[in-house]
C-alpha cells in the first residue's frame, strides 16, 4: 500500500465495551509500533513488533491492553473493558530500516 | 526513563520570519528525532540526529544535536503558511533505531500571514 493505514478512523464505544483497532503497515515493513496520543501530549509508546512478536510490550499501561500480529503484517491492539481514560488517538507506525517510523493517520477511541 | 522537554509549548510568528524550537532530554541521546504533525493527522518524518555536533537541513528546515548529545533545536528560516503545525521531538533511548521512541509533548506553530 501507499502509506500505514488503520481502521476505523472514529470509534465510540460505551465504558466497559471491548474494542479492536486495527493496522495496515507498509507492505514489506518488518517492524510495528503502536503509540497513543492524548489532547495536548505527544505519542506514548505502547507496544513494538518485529515480525510476528512484540519485542517490547513495556509501555501497554494494563493487562486490559493487548496487541497481535499474527501474520507479521496487519496487527490489531485489544482493549477491554474499556474506561474513559482510555479516550486518545491511538497511532499506528511501520519502519523497514528502524531508523524512519512512517505513522498512520490513527483512530480516534472515545469512550462514553 | 528517559524525559523529553520541548520549548515553548507554542509560538505564532509572522510569515517571513525565522524560528528556532528546542527539545531539551533528562538523559543522553542517542537518536534524536524530529516530526511534524497536522491538527488531526499522523506524524511526518522530518530528520533523525545522532551524533555529537550534527546537523542536517532540508528546504528551509535545520536541526542539530549539541555536542554532549542532551539538547536540539529545529530552526525554520523564512517561515510560511506550509510550516504551520505541531513539532515533536523523539527519542531512541538506545540508538538502535528500532525501539518504539519517547516523544516530548510538541510545539504548536502558527504563521500569521
Known amino acids: 500500500g501507499a502509506g500505514v493505514s488503520q481502521t476505523p478512523s472514529n470509534k465510540v464505544t460505551e465504558k466497559g465495551k471491548y474494542v479492536e483497532l486495527r493496522c495496515d503497515p507498509i507492505?514489506?515493513?518488518?517492524?510495528l509500533y503502536w503509540y497513543r496520543q492524548s489532547l495536548g501530549q505527544g505519542p506514548e509508546f505502547l507496544i513494538y513488533f518485529q515480525g510476528t512478536g512484540a519485542a517490547d510490550d513495556s509501555g501497554l499501561p494494563n493487562d486490559r491492553f493487548f496487541a497481535v500480529r499474527p501474520e507479521g503484517s496487519v496487527s490489531t491492539l485489544k482493549i477491554q473493558r474499556t474506561e474513559r481514560g482510555d479516550s486518545a488517538v491511538y497511532l499506528c507506525a511501520s519502519s523497514l530500516s528502524g531508523v524512519e517510523q512512517f505513522f498512520g493517520p490513527g483512530t480516534r477511541l472515545t469512550v462514553l | 526513563s528517559q524525559e523529553l522537554e520541548q520549548s515553548p509549548q507554542s509560538l505564532i510568528v509572522q510569515e517571513g520570519k525565522n524560528l528556532t524550537i528546542n527539545c531539551t532530554s533528562s538523559k543522553t541521546l542517542y537518536g534524536l528525532y524530529w516530526y511534524k504533525q497536522k491538527y488531526g493527522e499522523g506524524l511526518i518524518f522530518l530528520m533523525m540526529l545522532q551524533k555529537g555536533g550534527e546537523e542536517k537541513s532540508h528546504e528551509k528546515i535545520t536541526a542539530k544535536l549539541d555536542e554532549k548529545k542532551q539538547q536540539s533545536s529545529l530552526h525554520i528560516t523564512a517561515s510560511q503558511p506550509s510550516h504551520a503545525g505541531i513539532y515533536l521531538c523523539g527519542a531512541d533511548s538506545r540508538g538502535g533505531g528500532a525501539d518504539g521512541l519517547t516523544f516530548g509533548k510538541g510545539t504548536h506553530l502558527i504563521i500569521q500571514p
Open positions: 507492505s514489506g515493513h518488518t517492524a
